[in-house]
């Protein structure tokens, strides 16, 4: 037993609103309440951490976050980010010196350019890669993760040529002579991916290792990876069984990969205390950052309207079929015109729960899905949102890292209604924050709280700021509105008695902090079943 007292105790739970200490026992917490109280119930013996005046809370639910994606950057890929490579030629340079260390004819992939922060304002090309190495094969993604530009060489083994159509949902992008300049958006990534190599379990390994490492030193005990294939989901099976997890993850097998029709089937359901495997996923539009998530308006700069990936029988089809065996659904759907046809869906699922006879229809109308980012909702989606309990998983760290972006690309219009947390809170709706990681260069949740407080873009400037929450209201949803979205509201998200111990120790508090000072709070402890996992 271990009685952790003497500093400011967070519960995240209303029935223990001042604890003064916890109690905690074989990873699970025993008992919350006064030192007097925790005290009582503890035994000779018992182990104390003094907080010192430290603050102690739930750990953080990234709700939204690609484990293995950020791991494989974290380990094997070209950091494409600003810090890493602020423009065109350091991109190239990077790539340079990676060919230089494998075999002529090895893929090299890498992740993380931004157009709109790179000096030359524009995206890379075939051409630009090519001075990097003609010799290998190399695959580029932007930091949204609906883009890839390829260089000449992967091109050819993928088979795209200026006479390869435009996948359903996707768009090979063309030079004005007709030729591809290398960037693909959307499925047509599909037409890339599938000619390259897979990683191998063990590097797939070795990602989520690095990458739960990483979650750990952020205080991030328990994570959603929103996009698994079989091999993914396979890897994280054998990760399970062998213990070698380090962060609790809720994964969702995704039922459509990019730039094909083949519908993957769904896997067999798994619930563990490490892995929780029962929620699937689709896409149904574009990213913001990017200018293809699908709206009603013209783009600024692209004049385009985005890409809608799905015609909207064929993405009911799939969706009835994992609703009616029991499935919940997590759906990426940014804009209005997505949302319009997810929300649409989802209403239709549940009208066909009520008059579908089966084992058990009223479990089906008890299944409460998720709309992953929900970026340009409407009053109106919200209100149909709301009636169905449809849980949000937005990015508020977005406006940090990619408000730039929001402004250069939306049509003023929507500006007021990027992100709205506010909206959503006062609709009714569950929140659960996330940071969408490797899409942003930091998911620390103290920033993701800091963005949702401030709103503040890179620049400095506040993007709609009556969105703004408390930041109360974005602890809570860093901690039990992930807890809610993964179904584990009963086990974790925050310091309640027979939860498990899933805790981390900050140097500050994050509710009393200013929000311009909330990036100087520090984890200085992270716990997980009641076992230190991370000390600074």
Request: include cysteine; charge should be negative; proline fraction near 8%.
């Amino acid at each position: 037993m271990t009685i952790f007292h003497n500093g400011t105790i967070h519960t995240m739970d209303a029935a223990y609103p001042r604890a003064e200490a916890v109690l905690i026992d074989d990873g699970r917490i025993r008992a919350v309440g006064t030192l007097a109280e925790v005290e009582a119930a503890a035994k000779p013996g018992t182990r104390r951490v003094d907080l010192a005046g430290r603050t102690l809370l739930p750990g953080f639910n990234d709700a939204h976050v690609h484990i293995w994606k950020l791991g494989l950057l974290l380990t094997r890929q070209v950091n494409a980010q600003k810090a890493a490579a602020p423009d065109i030629p350091s991109i190239v340079q990077a790539f340079r010196a990676k060919a230089a260390s494998v075999p002529p004819g090895t893929w090299l992939t890498g992740r993380g350019y931004n157009e709109a922060d790179l000096p030359e304002r524009r995206h890379p090309t075939r051409h630009d890669l090519d001075a990097a190495s003609a010799d290998h094969p190399i695959a580029l993604t932007r930091t949204c993760g609906h883009m890839i530009v390829a260089n000449s060489r992967a091109l050819e083994l993928a088979g795209i040529t200026a006479n390869t159509p435009n996948p359903p949902g996707g768009v090979i992008v063309r030079d004005e002579h007709g030729e591809p300049t290398g960037l693909l958006q959307e499925t047509a990534m599909g037409l890339l991916n599938r000619a390259m190599p897979d990683p191998s379990e063990p590097d797939l390994e070795d990602a989520i290792t690095a990458a739960n490492r990483h979650q750990l030193a952020l205080g991030v005990t328990s994570a959603t990876d929103p996009l698994l294939t079989p091999l993914h989901l396979k890897v994280y099976r054998q990760m399970e069984a062998a213990g070698k997890l380090r962060v609790r993850v809720n994964g969702l097998p995704i039922r459509r990969p990019d730039g094909g029709t083949e519908t993957l089937p769904l896997p067999e359901k798994f619930v563990s205390d490490w892995l929780r495997i029962d929620t699937v996923k689709f896409f149904a539009d574009g990213g913001l950052s990017g200018a293809t998530a699908a709206i009603s308006q013209p783009y600024q700069v692209t004049g385009e309207r985005g890409v809608l990936r799905f015609e909207t029988e064929e993405l009911l089809e799939l969706a009835w079929e994992a609703h009616a065996a029991g499935w919940r659904i997590g759906t990426h759907a940014i804009g209005d015109v997505a949302l319009d046809q997810v929300i649409g869906v989802y209403e239709e699922l549940y009208r066909r729960s009520a008059l579908t006879p089966g084992p058990s229809p009223s479990e089906r109308e008890k299944l409460l899905h998720r709309i992953e980012h929900l970026g340009l909702p409407s009053a109106e989606h919200l209100r149909r949102c709301a009636a169905m309990t449809v849980i949000a998983v937005p990015q508020t760290v977005f406006l940090a890292a990619l408000g730039g972006n929001f402004r250069r690309y939306l049509p003023p219009d929507f500006l007021p209604r990027c992100y709205p947390v506010r909206a959503l809170l006062d609709a009714g709706l569950t929140v659960a924050l996330s940071s969408d990681a490797p899409v942003v260069p930091d998911d620390n949740p103290l920033l993701g709280m800091k963005a949702a407080v401030d709103r503040l873009d890179p620049s400095g400037e506040p993007l709609a700021p009556e969105q703004a929450i408390t930041a109360y209201e974005a602890l809570y949803a860093y901690t039990m509105g992930g807890a809610t979205a993964s179904g584990d509201a009963d086990n974790r998200g925050s310091l309640t008695p027979g939860k498990w111990a899933d805790m981390v120790i900050l140097s500050g508090d994050p509710l009393t902090t200013p929000p311009e000072q909330l990036l100087n709070i520090r984890v200085e402890q992270t716990y997980v079943s009641g076992k230190r996992v991370y000390e600074r």
